[in-house]
């Protein structure tokens, strides 16, 4: 069965520079997450979309933006690059039917290492 | 502030024998708890929920148990196998705060010793 899929799986970056990681759901999965786990930390949610629109912000810095498309797949762009950046992004997607989301099914990541 | 704690980092459990992990939330606004298993280099994968409603669910050899008046919630594993080596981290849903975030613990590395 399809999964998430992310992109790119291992990203190295400079410092101030800029990043996109990008996430497809599962199809006909309509709602996104993002989560950052640094690392020996648990994964922190950053922000959800449902249905192309910002659903949910956590701790989001003001650095990083993203979206959802019309295809559902997001991306999660991340500007002025810090060493503190440096982690796993998760993507995870989940079927909103209307009722409680429950399980999100969670892609296999990005290492986004900052040098 | 850690709402959802998993206080035990790691656990090692001989196979065959039963594997008990714990997990303690703050927040009594959680109405929905989940499980996810996570591989190295893998994304987390989800195992097993449980809504606030209830007090015990159980699909295989994993059950969850939940005591809403003590903010404790449990996974059990019966029997262990080897390939349930992997870190084990409990998640809740606040209603409140929306249907899509979840709020993670710690984790606990489980370790089968065969």
């Known amino acids: 069965a399809a999964g998430v899929i992310q992109s790119p799986r291992h990203l190295i970056k400079e410092k101030r520079e800029t990043a996109t990681l990008k996430c497809y759901p599962i199809p006909r999965h309509d709602t996104v997450y993002w989560y950052q786990q640094g690392p020996g930390q648990d994964p922190q949610f950053l922000i959800s979309?449902?249905?192309?629109?910002?659903?949910d912000k956590g701790s989001i810095p003001d650095r990083f933006s993203a979206q959802q498309f019309s295809d559902y797949h997001s991306e999660l762009n991340m500007s002025s690059l810090e060493l503190g950046d440096s982690a796993l992004y998760f993507c995870a997607s989940s079927l909103n039917s209307g009722r409680m989301n429950t399980e999100a099914f969670f892609g296999q990541g990005t290492r986004l290492t900052v040098v | 502030d850690q709402q959802v704690k998993q206080n035990s980092p790691s656990l090692s459990v001989q196979e065959g024998r039963i594997s008990i992990l714990n997990c303690d939330y703050t927040?009594?606004?959680?109405?929905?708890f989940l499980w996810y298993k996570k591989y190295p280099a893998e994304g987390p994968t989800f195992l097993i929920s449980?809504?606030?409603?209830?007090d015990k669910n159980e699909d295989g050899r994993f059950t969850v148990f939940l005591n809403k008046s003590a903010k404790h919630l449990s996974l059990h594993i019966v029997p262990s196998q080897p390939g349930d080596s992997a870190v084990y981290f409990c998640?809740?849903?606040?209603?409140?705060?929306?249907?899509?975030?979840?709020?993670f613990g710690t984790g606990t590395r489980l370790t089968i010793i065969p």
């Open positions: 979309f449902y249905e192309k629109m910002q659903s």
């Open positions: 998640a809740a849903i606040d209603p409140n705060f929306g249907n899509e975030k979840l709020t």
């Open positions: 449980i809504s606030s409603i209830k």
């Open positions: 927040n009594s606004m959680f109405d929905y």
